[in-house]
């Protein structure tokens, strides 16, 4: 979500810049500046959305391999079944912060 808003944000920036300077030309080249900057919006929102997915596949790829060690460590496979089907995954709304914090609680490797 920080990089969808940081690109919208920039988006924002870029077109208050524009706005200040063209102040005094011409209404034609006004004009043809808003169409650029309209025609640059959706590639702003699409790099946004490009840095969020690979942030979430980050973050998948962590608890997965957090969950590949417990199932390699543990001597109980029903209990940590159960735990990691509470794991709160919910597709495209799933918070990483939170899946994270729940998975790091899963059994660890014991101490030799």
């Not at 870029?14 to 309209?38: N, P, Q």
């Not at 790099?47 to 590949?68: D, H, L, P, R, W």
């Amino acid at each position: 979500m920080f990089l969808l808003v940081t690109g919208l944000v920039a988006y924002l920036v870029l077109a208050a810049m524009f706005t200040l300077a063209a102040a005094g030309t011409s209404r034609r080249a006004r004009w043809l500046g808003l169409a650029a900057l309209a025609a640059a919006a959706p590639g702003f929102i699409w790099m946004g959305a490009f840095g969020e997915k690979f942030e979430t596949g980050q973050c998948y790829s962590s608890v997965i391999n957090v969950i590949a060690n417990a199932v390699k460590e543990t001597d109980d496979p029903k209990s940590l079944a159960e735990r990691i089907r509470a794991l709160p995954m919910r597709g495209y709304e799933t918070l990483c912060s939170e899946v994270e914090a729940v998975a790091h609680e899963l059994p660890k490797r014991k101490a030799p």
